[in-house]
Nanobody
Framework: QVQLVESGGGLVQPGGSLRLSCVASGSIVSIWTMGWYRQAPGKQREQVAVITSGGSTNLADSVKGRFTISRDNAKNTVFLQMNSLKPEDTAVYYC?????????WGQGNQVTVSS
């Protein structure tokens, strides 16, 4: 069974940066298309970034130019570098594969952007 563990979130001022990490125990992230998702209070979970097994990436329009998704195969880890953070980026961030069914969702990681 695959276990997803996200880390790296926290409280940051507008304009600041954070780097999220996602480790998948029990599988190899490099063979899957992986995504970062977020869920803000009262809203549905949305996909913000995707990286394919081939390394191609795609970002939601709302984060394009500010966020970068990457992967370290040796560490079996997927990253989300978030720059120029805005208050509207406040959410719990999750990672998972895009294939159906998804793995069991991890606890997520809270990102709060506030002055």
């Amino acid at each position: 069974q695959v276990q997803l563990v996200e880390s790296g979130g926290g409280l940051v001022q507008p304009g600041g940066s954070l780097r999220l990490s996602c480790v998948a125990s029990g599988s190899i992230v490099s063979i899957w298309t992986m995504g970062w998702y977020r869920q803000a209070p009262g809203k549905q979970r949305e996909q913000v970034a995707v990286i394919t097994s081939g390394g191609s990436t795609n970002l939601a329009d709302s984060v394009k130019g500010r966020f970068t998704i990457s992967r370290d195969n040796a560490k079996n880890t997927v990253f989300l570098q978030m720059n120029s953070l805005k208050p509207e980026d406040t959410a719990v961030y999750y990672c998972n594969r895009l294939a159906m069914p998804p793995w069991s969702w991890g606890q997520g990681n809270q990102v709060t952007v506030s002055s």
